[in-house]
């Protein structure tokens, strides 16, 4: 039987930026806790540690975890992965997905210029900075429309945030009908 004191789990935090949306916070956030590993608190990079971490991921998803809280908050953050790790980030990914039931999709175009960094990783945008990307929708630029979109973030810009469709077209509503 495995200590579970010295399991990874996530932790409920509080998001600064996150708003409130038909009462749910958007995007709902969780810090990776992990209590002190092979004698070295939060030491996030150690094979054993992310074998823990992919561990976390799966139970998770099949629990539901993350398809209740996409459904009830709209996005999900995670922080404190311990990794900038394309190739291990890919594996977090793989492991949500697979386990939460979600289909691979292929994107039709962009707006932005993108390269392949591993098999389900792109750049966000390669392209200069005069050329402006105003709000979209990515989940037009689908031929099968996917269910959730993998964002990852490896240095904090402060330049693009996760905005809400629904958000968007219930304020058009507001300002259209004069709600």
């Known amino acids: 039987m495995s200590d579970t004191h010295n399991q990874p789990r996530f932790q409920k935090i509080n998001n600064p930026k996150a708003r409130t949306f038909k009462g749910n916070e958007f995007p709902i956030s969780y810090i990776l806790e992990q209590s002190e590993l092979q004698g070295t608190s939060s030491s996030l990079s150690s094979s054993s540690s992310s074998d823990s971490i992919l561990e976390l991921l799966k139970r998770k998803a099949k629990s539901g975890f993350f398809t209740d809280a996409l459904r009830h908050n709209g996005a999900i953050l995670l922080r404190n992965l311990g990794t900038t790790d394309p190739e291990l ?27 392949d960094v591993t098999d389900v990783l792109t750049t966000a945008n390669e392209g200069s900075p005069s050329n402006r ?25 402060g330049v693009a945030e996760v905005g809400s469709s629904w958000c968007v077209f219930q304020a058009s509503l507001a300002v259209e009908f004069g709600e």
């Open 89 to 115: 980030i890919s594996k977090y990914i793989k492991v949500i997905a697979k386990h939460s039931d979600l289909q691979p999709f292929e994107q039709n175009g962009t707006v932005a210029q993108r390269h």
């Open 133 to 157: 990307i105003y709000q979209h929708n990515e989940f037009s630029r689908f031929t099968d429309y996917p269910t959730t979109l993998f964002f990852v973030c490896v240095k904090f810009c």
